[in-house]
């Protein structure tokens, strides 16, 4: 499942990025994915609109244009969980 409007902030070493990214390979989820350790503009996009430089974060972009940004790997892996079953549901 392609979900598009989300995009994944991660570092390869970071073990709660793995932990999400893992998550997202079991259960066939794709998501936009940005490496802040070899994309600067990432990093920059991170630090700038989220407020910190924390991974692993993801941005949710709602249909209203709001950006939600959601930073702690379990969080991160119930919310994309709850948007797949909701999808798969419609």
């Not at 709660?16 to 994309?39: A, M």
Request: with cysteine; charged share 30%; proline share 2%.
């Amino acid at each position: 499942m392609k979900l598009d409007h989300i995009t994944f902030y991660y570092r390869r070493e970071c073990p709660f990025c793995v932990y999400v990214k893992r998550f997202l390979l079991k259960n066939d989820i794709t998501v936009n994915e940005r490496n802040i350790s070899s994309d600067r503009s990432a990093l920059k996009k991170l630090v700038k609109e989220g407020g910190k430089q924390q991974v692993p974060a993801i941005t949710i972009e709602h249909e209203n244009g709001k950006v939600e940004w959601l930073y702690e790997s379990q969080d991160i892996v119930d919310r994309i969980a709850a948007i797949a079953k909701k999808m798969q549901a419609a």
